[in-house]
């Protein structure tokens, strides 16, 4: 799909988990444009039968029991347990109706899975514990637990260590499967380098974009139908749900383990259909399924600057939060009346240095915290801090149930943004080719496995 800068697993903070339609166009025929014939329809070879007979037992829709992937046994117990893994990752739980959906694809990517840990073994690549204990101290650390207390947690909400550290080792597995199998047969010719840095100095002052990315293949011989589950997955999304979350468990791109997240990318580097829409797109939004070779793609727009041109937002600070909380008990009147102390004290903060008094002035607490990017505050904060200088305090912001916080800015840096590397623009056209070749090959696995359900 749309290239990465990385497809090497970078475990997040949070747990590891876990319309267009299809139409013809009908063109106006007159006496002097006889009708073209139809194109053929892609399952045309087969030479199928318009109304066929079905013999035997009807397979239920949902496998309820177990499914044995080239001998390897995958229970209801894995499946119910990765559910609630990523019934964890979305922060609540699944709604009824969406339950058979989620298990027929828990067990699919399970599937996808075991093919993947199977095909790295053929190679000789083994996950070793340590391998995988290092990664889940990494999650239990980000998440402020133990590995022990990160079990319990997923064991009281229906999920187990064990399914986590499965889930890992496939990541893992995969990743270093793609470096030693397809990577290393992907070559980039010096040309093709050349031309995208010449092409990206012709476009100096144009848009990139953060983005991440959706991608669903064409599995079936209809089309429609990944239509069709990519706006599910779409409404899914705009009713609240978790891009990230929804990466890892529905996009076949490789940068599914990363929450589908492909960093800094320019259109001209993506297919044409991507790039054509993330044209028209704004920070925040997500774009209805987007039709490319092979399949359908949702791309979601974190963010967008002006290629190689100095963006204020991409200031990086040094900050003291100055945070104060309220009593209980406190009247909410009293409330207001401190906040609107607190609100004149910062005001005269009378730089970085008062942070500390105007805290021990209203028995707050003090954080520092350096090399934070401007652009990664929430948006509101973003604003609020652009025209400020080294010094000065934002306005309070917080709530009185919670607390309310100052920033106080003690240093500004600004970026001057400089053209990639030669190394970069090489890394990334690989990345593509690498993510298209991932594809296949998984195809090609699933084609040959034997897989039986009871």
Known sequence: MAASNSTRLRLRSAIVALGFGVATAAVAQTAS???????????????????????????????KATAIVNGEVITQTDVDQRLALLAIANEGEIPAERLTELR????????DESLQIQAARVEKITISARDIDRAITRVSENNKQSPDQLDAYLVARGSSIRTLRRQIEGELAWDRL??????????????????????????????????????????????AETVA??????????????????????SEASTAAVG?????????????????TLRTMSPGQVSEPI?????????????????LVADPRSAVFSLKQV????????????????????????QSVGGCGGAEKIASEFNGEVVQSDNVKLRDLPTALQEIMLPMQVGQATRPFGSIEEGVRTLVICGRDETDPTMPSYDQVYAQINEERLNSRSRRFLRDLRRDAVIEFR
Do not use: C, H
């Not at 444009?33 to 239920?60: K, W, Y």
């Not at 027929?104 to 599937?111: A, D, E, K, S």
């Not at 039709?291 to 290629?307: C, K, L, M």
């Open 178 to 223: 793609q470096r030693a199998k397809i990577e290393s047969s992907i070559s980039v010719g010096e040309d093709e380098v050349k031309a995208v840095i010449d092409r990206l100095n012709a476009s100096k002052g144009a848009r990139e974009y953060r983005v991440g990315e959706i991608y669903l293949p064409n599995t079936s011989a209809n089309p």
């Open 260 to 276: 589908g997240d492909l960093g800094w990318v320019r259109p001209e580097l993506l297919p044409q259909p991507i790039a054509a």
């Open 323 to 346: 945070s104060i909380s309220f009593p209980a008990g406190n009247s909410r009147a009293a409330s207001e009346s401190l906040v609107s102390r607190f609100a004149e004290a910062a």
């Open 33 to 63: 444009q006889p009708a073209q014939p139809p194109a053929p329809s892609s399952v045309s070879a087969l030479r199928l039968p318009s109304n066929p007979q079905l013999f035997g037992a009807t397979m239920p829709s949902v496998v």
């Open 229 to 250: 589950k990519a706006n599910q997955i779409l409404e899914q999304l705009r009713a609240g749900g978790s891009f990230v979350a929804y990466a890892r468990q529905y």
């Open 104 to 111: 027929q694809q828990v067990l699919r990517n399970l599937i």
């Open 291 to 307: 039709a490319i070779p092979g399949g359908v793609s949702i791309v979601a727009v974190q963010d967008a600057r002006n290629i």
